[in-house]
C-alpha cells in the first residue's frame, strides 16, 4: 500500500481535481491524504481573525464570498442533482458553522475548529466526485484517529490503534480518503500540525501502515537545489538521505514540512516529491540512501532573530550554558544555531512572540544584543564539512557581512546567519559559485 498526500493547488480547482482522479485511480489500494483547496486555509484564518478583532459583518462577508466558491466547485464537478444536493447540504452545513462561530468568543478552539473546516470539505467533496466517478472510495475521518500529546507530538500508540481499528471496520475500498493537518489534542480538542502538517499527516500514517512508499504531489517537481523564488534556474534534487531532507526542510524549503521526515526515517519508508501538473517527473525520491558527497542544495529561512549574550561571568564558568538555556526552555523557545566563545554566547531563534522576557532574564547575568531581521542560509550535502573544496565559500562571501557560522555541528550541514537584506545576493552567489563554476 502507498500514502499519497494532495496539497491545496492540486485539488485546487475542478480541473486539478479531475487530474488527481486520475494520478489515483490505477487498481492499487491507496490512502489519500488532502488539503484543503488552495486558498481556503487563508480565507478561514482572515475569518478567525475578522471574529477576533469584532469585524462580525467583515468575517460574514468572507464566509459568504467562500460559499459562493464552494457552491461554484459543486456545480460544475457533480452531474446529477442528487449528488449536487447531498454535498450542497454538506457544504451548507460547514458554512452556517461558520456563521454561529461570528457570535462566539475567539480563542484557540475556535481558531482551531475554524480553520480545520477546509479539509473538511475537501475531502468530503472529492470522496463523493470519486464516488461518482465508479471508484470506490471511502472517507477516514481524521479526528477519528489522528492525536497529538501533551507535548504536542503524534500518539503514535493512539494513531496505530484507531487508524486500524477504523480500517478493519469499514466497508472495503480500493482508496481511502482523509483529511490532512488536522488532529485532536491531548484532550480531545480539535487541534492541528500547523502549516504544511498535511504532509506529515502523511508519513505518520504510512508509518502506521508499513506502507511501500509515502508521496507528497504538489505544484513542483521536486526540492530544488536553490530556492526558485530567489534564484533563477534551479533544478530538482532526483536523491536526498533522510537526513539531507530533513535538515533542508527545517531551514527553509518550503516543499516539505520539517517534521515530515522523522516518521517515515524511523520506519524506514521512502518519500517521494512529485509534480502533480507534471506527474512523468522523475520528483526526488528521499530514502536512508546516499548519493555523492558536497553540495547538494541550499535554502534559506526568514524571521530569524539573533541575541548575543555576553559575561565575565562566562569564562571557565560551569553551569552558564545551562543557565542560559533555561531561560528558552520556560519561554518555550526553539535555537536554531549557537555559537560560542570565552565570554560570549550567539543564538538564533524563529520565534521572537517571548523576546522581551526572554531579554529582560538574560539580562540579569549578561549583556544582551539583539539582531532582528535576520536569514539562515543552510548548504546541505553528505559529509558537506569533510569536503576539499567547501572552504572556498567563504571567499565567494567575503563582501557579505556573515553574523555567525555553523560548521561542523552536523556533517552535512553548513549554516550561515545574514542579514535578510543580503540573502538573495548571498543565495545567487552561491550558486554560481556550488553549482554553475564547479560545473563548467
Not at 462577508?61 to 442528487?82: M, R
Not at 537545489?225 to 533544478?235: I, M
Not at 533555561?326 to 560560542?340: A, G, L, P, R
Amino acid at each position: 500500500m502507498k500514502v499519497l498526500k494532495f496539497g491545496g493547488t492540486s485539488v485546487g480547482s475542478v480541473e486539478n481535481i479531475k487530474r488527481v482522479k486520475e494520478l489515483i485511480t490505477d487498481g492499487d489500494k491507496k490512502i489519500v491524504v488532502l488539503s484543503a483547496m488552495s486558498g481556503t486555509t487563508n480565507a478561514l484564518v482572515e475569518i478567525s481573525d475578522l471574529i477576533k478583532n469584532n469585524l462580525v459583518e467583515n468575517a460574514v462577508e468572507k464566509i459568504e464570498n467562500l460559499h459562493a466558491k464552494y457552491n461554484g466547485v459543486i456545480d460544475e464537478l457533480f452531474e446529477t442533482s442528487e449528488l449536487k444536493q447531498e454535498v450542497g447540504n454538506y457544504i451548507d452545513s460547514v458554512f452556517e458553522l461558520l456563521t454561529l462561530f461570528t457570535s462566539k468568543k475567539h480563542n484557540e478552539l475556535l481558531y482551531n475548529r475554524i480553520v480545520s473546516q477546509g479539509e473538511l470539505m475537501s475531502t468530503f467533496m472529492f470522496t463523493k466526485y470519486l464516488n461518482q466517478e465508479g471508484v470506490n472510495a471511502r472517507l477516514l475521518p481524521a479526528l477519528s484517529f489522528m492525536r497529538i500529546d501533551k507535548a504536542n507530538e503524534p500518539d503514535d500508540f493512539y494513531i496505530k490503534q484507531n487508524l486500524q481499528r477504523i480500517i478493519d471496520e469499514a466497508l472495503p475500498a480500493e482508496i481511502y480518503i482523509t483529511q490532512g493537518f488536522i488532529c485532536l489534542d491531548a484532550v480531545g480538542n480539535v487541534a492541528n500540525l500547523q502549516r504544511g502538517g498535511s504532509d506529515y499527516t502523511a508519513t505518520i500514517i504510512g508509518a502506521v501502515v508499513d506502507a511501500d512508499e509515502v508521496q507528497i504531489w504538489t505544484d513542483i517537481d521536486g526540492m530544488h537545489n536553490n530556492d526558485p523564488r530567489c534564484v533563477e534556474n534551479t533544478h530538482a534534487i532526483s536523491n536526498l538521505s533522510f537526513d539531507e531532507a530533513a535538515e533542508l526542510a527545517y531551514f527553509g524549503a518550503k516543499i516539505l514540512h520539517p517534521q515530515t521526515v522523522m516518521p517515515a526515517r524511523e520506519a524506514n519508508i521512502p518519500v517521494r516529491l512529485k509534480n502533480t501538473m507534471d506527474p512523468d517527473s522523475y520528483g526526488t525520491l528521499i530514502s536512508q540512501d546516499y548519493e555523492g558527497e558536497g553540495i547538494k542544495a541550499i535554502a534559506a529561512k526568514d524571521g530569524i532573530t539573533a541575541i548575543k549574550i555576553k559575561s565575565a561571568r562566562m569564562l571557565q564558568a560551569h553551569g552558564f550554558l545551562k543557565k542560559v538555556f533555561e531561560i528558552f526552555e520556560k519561554y518555550e523557545t526553539s535555537i536554531d544555531m549557537i555559537t560560542t566563545s570565552e565570554i560570549a554566547v550567539s543564538l538564533t531563534i524563529d520565534d521572537a512572540s517571548n523576546l522581551s522576557s526572554i531579554v529582560e532574564e538574560l539580562e540579569k547575568f549578561s549583556l544582551v544584543e539583539v539582531d532582528s531581521n535576520q536569514s539562515i542560509i543552510c548548504l546541505v550535502g553528505h559529509l558537506v564539512v569533510r569536503h576539499s573544496e567547501t572552504h572556498r565559500l567563504f571567499k565567494v562571501l567575503q563582501d557579505i557581512s556573515v553574523r555567525m557560522i555553523s560548521y561542523g555541528g552536523s556533517n552535512n550541514n553548513i549554516s550561515l546567519l545574514v542579514n535578510t537584506n543580503d540573502k538573495i545576493t548571498a543565495l545567487k552567489r552561491l550558486n554560481s559559485y556550488v553549482f554553475e563554476y564547479a560545473n563548467s
